[in-house]
């Protein structure tokens, strides 16, 4: 019998180093004011391009590095350690950009696109939630009709993720392609170059956090994109983007750990430093204790994003992945939020002050809870796993 191991692999070990490394040097610094500013930092993100982050987990034969999962999800974490928005850019182009281009794309949509999302020279968005659909994502209301060799799309899609950006060269979204009426939608998924004529990414969205995270509305009026802009089969489109959504939960997830390991990191600081009554607040039980919940959070997020991720490398049934990536999901971000909460009351009035970061990631985590199904769909998901007829 071998040992079990609940421990990632020395390269991966020292991947996590090397992204940290990054982290602190061409991140860290400057996160406080990207927030202020609303600052989206192209240089920066095409940086994480050139230390092959999107690249991660396509082929060599796109610009790839061939690698895991695994390793996409530490590099997720270790970004979003220091900023949450640079957290969720990667994994929100690599999970929603990259991800349903290469999974389900033809050969020559792979060699159009991917060149240049897996170097980061450029970004592709995701669009599936609209107006009137978001946890209900198959009512979409974009409707995309075939007229003469060319889709024309018409509709809008809402909280788009890098779908806005100076370097934002393509999305992805899914239209009603027929249907309707009795019969069920007809759900497809298209390619949508971002420099189509009627096609608008409206201003960015003032947002509660992530405010370094480009976030945008779409409009589509009269879109014409070739046939050929189809992705993957006619009809397939809801069954895609559930599938993608279950790597993206599991990589949402290692962002919220990022975010607990974040204030475990800045509440131990603060309590060894700050004094009341005479002596350090890490001397207070009331205080220390709810420390030693943020680690007891930290390794059980930790625990359930990486056994997910090592499902995925393996190769794990589908069924048997899609329920580890909700309960991972809703774990992580249900403890990123308390985590927050418990963080900035560490800190006493200082936690209420924007000097200092753990006001922004109070901020930034709440929508960890809302992003790639909300908590409410994940339990959802996950007593249906249990086999409860839950609607
Ligand atoms: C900053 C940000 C970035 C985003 N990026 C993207 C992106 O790149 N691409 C994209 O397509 N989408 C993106 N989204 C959209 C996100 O996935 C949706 O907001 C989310 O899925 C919830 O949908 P909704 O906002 O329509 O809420 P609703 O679906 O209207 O839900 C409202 C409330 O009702 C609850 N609810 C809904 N249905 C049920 C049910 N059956 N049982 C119990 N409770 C239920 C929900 O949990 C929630 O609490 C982003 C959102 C944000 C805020």
Redesign the pocket.
Same mark, same amino acid.
């Given at each position: 019998m071998t040992a079990m191991s609940f421990e990632l692999s020395p390269e991966h070990e020292q991947f996590r180093r090397t992204v940290r490394d990054f982290a602190e040097k061409e991140i860290a610094p400057h996160a406080g004011r990207w927030d202020r500013e609303h600052h989206f930092p192209v240089d920066v993100v095409q940086k994480m391009g050139q230390l092959g982050l999107f690249g991660l987990t396509a082929p060599d034969e796109y610009g790839g590095a061939d690698g895991d999962f695994t390793s996409l999800c530490v590099a997720i974490e270790e970004i979003g350690r220091v900023d949450q928005s640079m957290g969720?850019t990667l994994e929100?182009a690599v999970g929603?950009g990259i991800n349903p281009i290469l999974t389900y794309g033809s050969e020559e949509q792979k060699q159009t696109w991917l060149p240049d999302l897996v170097s980061g020279r450029t970004l592709a968005?995701?669009?599936?939630?609209e107006p009137g659909?978001?946890?209900?994502?198959g009512a979409t209301r974009t409707k995309a009709e075939l007229v003469e060799g060319e889709w024309v799309i018409n509709g809008s $899609?809402?909280?788009?993720?890098? +779908?806005g950006s100076d370097i934002t060269s393509v999305v992805t979204v899914t239209a009603r392609t027929g249907g309707g009426g009795d019969a069920p939608p007809e759900i497809s998924s298209l390619i949508v170059p971002s420099d189509t004529p009627g096609f608008t990414a409206e201003p960015a969205?003032d $947002?509660l956090g992530?405010h370094a +995270?480009d976030?945008h509305p779409l409009s589509f009026e009269d879109v014409r994109v070739p046939e050929a802009n189809l992705l993957g089969e006619r009809g397939r489109g809801f069954a895609q983007f559930l599938a993608i959504l279950d790597d993206g939960r599991v990589a949402i997830a290692a962002l919220a750990v990022g975010c607990i390991q974040a204030c475990l990191d800045m509440s131990l600081q603060y309590a060894g430093e700050r004094q009341t009554f005479g002596v350090p607040i890490g001397r207070k039980q009331g205080l220390a204790f709810q420390i030693a919940d943020l680690e007891v959070m930290l390794q059980s997020a930790r625990l359930l994003v990486y056994k997910a991720a090592a499902m995925k490398d393996a190769g794990a049934p589908v069924k048997d992945f899609k329920q580890a990536a909700s309960i991972a999901k809703l774990h992580a971000t249900e403890s990123a939020v308390t985590a927050t909460r418990i963080a900035t009351q560490v800190f006493g009035g200082y936690g209420f002050m924007e000097e200092y970061p753990v006001t922004r990631f109070y901020r930034d985590a709440k929508?960890l809870e809302?992003?790639?199904?909300?908590?409410?769909?994940q339990r959802?998901l996950i007593a249906r796993g249990l086999g409860l007829p839950v609607?």
């Open positions: 969720i929100a929603l968005g995701f669009g599936l939630t659909s978001g946890s209900d994502a $899609k809402q909280f788009i993720t890098n +779908s969205y $947002k992530w +995270s976030t929508v809302i992003g790639e199904g909300t908590s409410e769909v959802m609607e």
